[in-house]
């Protein structure tokens, strides 16, 4: 599979790899706490894979993360 290391990573992706990464916690703990392989993890941690929904699901359940909608211009959303 080729690099998919781009300059202008998507906003979600770059938050999971950042809360991955600040955690501290092994690939081996959060497959097991997740189900997301530890060689899914590690290729997307290296921008060699991309992950799957339902995995980005688990990973932002198990994080904590909630997705909220940017509000556009000063007068909301």
Known sequence: MSDMTTEHEAPVTGVLR???????KSL???QKATAVS?????????HKRRLR????DALATYF???LVPKRKGRGGA
């Not at 950042?18 to 501290?24: D, F, N, T």
């Not at 929904?53 to 980005?56: E, G």
């Open 18 to 24: 950042r809360v991955i990464r600040e955690s501290g």
């Open 53 to 56: 929904s339902d995995a980005a």
């Open 38 to 46: 530890r060689q899914s993890l590690a290729l997307f941690m290296r």
């Open 64 to 66: 904590g993360m909630e």
């Open 28 to 30: 081996l703990a959060i």
